[in-house]
T-cell receptor
Framework: AQSVSQHNHHVILSEAASLELGCNYS??????LFWYVQYPGQHLQLLLK??????LVKGIKGFEAEFIKSKFSFNLRKPSVQWSDTAEYFC?????????????FGKGTRLSVIA | GAVVSQHPSWVICKSGTSVKIECRSL??????MFWYRQFPKQSLMLMAT?????????EQGVEKDKFLINHASLTLSTLTVTSAHPEDSSFYIC?????????????FGQGTRLTVV
């Protein structure tokens, strides 16, 4: 069975600070990897995803993530956070094979950006 | 991107009553939809896989007679919480993925916050 571990429950940063949120997964096969963001009172939104190819993936709003296969990691980064980045961030994986497969989510990391 | 609409956004019901939550894919067909549950300060946990035209597949520990799922068309899945109790209070989210290949993005509804009093 797959599992996802997010190391930080709550991260507090000042504006313009750099961000890195850790994500490790456990699965014996090939996976797709995702980072979702949930702003207060809103849908889950996809930040970025990795299926194959370049392990450094760039997403929306200046976010990026790097897939390191040997470490089973997919950490999320942003060089300079803004107050508007305050949200809950979820790392997720699903097994890569034909047909729809559900996502397995990490517990989420709450990011609070202060002015 | 594709849109998944969930209704209602929030509902309060009395203990012992039933509540129906709808999940619609507005601009694509979805033979499979997923229902998740999110407890406060916790992650989304998969409850069941909703399959159009056939029975839903439930995750271990999820009571199929309590959480009735019906996927009557390619754009609509419903989750009915029967005989709701306060411990069923939670945030329920559905998702759907356009297409039949696993390597595509899942789109989520806005979620339904259920409070059972």
């Amino acid at each position: 069975a797959q599992s996802v571990s997010q190391h930080n429950h709550h991260v507090i940063l000042s504006e313009a600070a750099s961000l890195e949120l850790g994500c490790n997964y456990s699965y014996g096969g090939t996976v797709n990897l995702f980072w979702y963001v949930q702003y207060p009172g809103q849908h889950l939104q996809l930040l970025l995803k990795y299926f194959s190819g370049d392990p450094l993936v760039k997403g929306i709003k200046g976010f990026e993530a790097e897939f390191i296969k040997s470490k089973f990691s997919f950490n999320l980064r942003k060089p300079s956070v803004q107050w508007s980045d305050t949200a809950e961030y979820f790392c997720a994986v699903n097994a890569r094979h034909s047909g729809n497969t559900p996502l397995v989510f990490g517990k989420g990391t709450r990011l609070s950006v202060i002015a | 991107g594709a849109v998944v609409s969930q209704h209602p956004s929030w509902v309060i019901c009395k203990s012992g009553t039933s509540v129906k939550i709808e999940c619609r894919s507005l601009d694509f067909q979805a033979t499979t939809m997923f229902w998740y549950r999110q407890f406060p300060k916790q992650s989304l946990m998969l409850m069941a896989t909703s399959n159009e035209g056939s029975k839903a597949t439930y995750e271990q520990g999820v009571e199929k007679d309590k959480f009735l799922i019906n996927h009557a068309s390619l754009t609509l899945s419903t989750l009915t919480v029967t005989s709701a109790h306060p411990e069923d209070s939670s945030f329920y989210i559905c998702s759907a993925t356009p297409g039949f290949i696993g390597n595509t993005e899942a789109f989520f509804g806005q979620g339904t916050r259920l409070t059972v009093v």
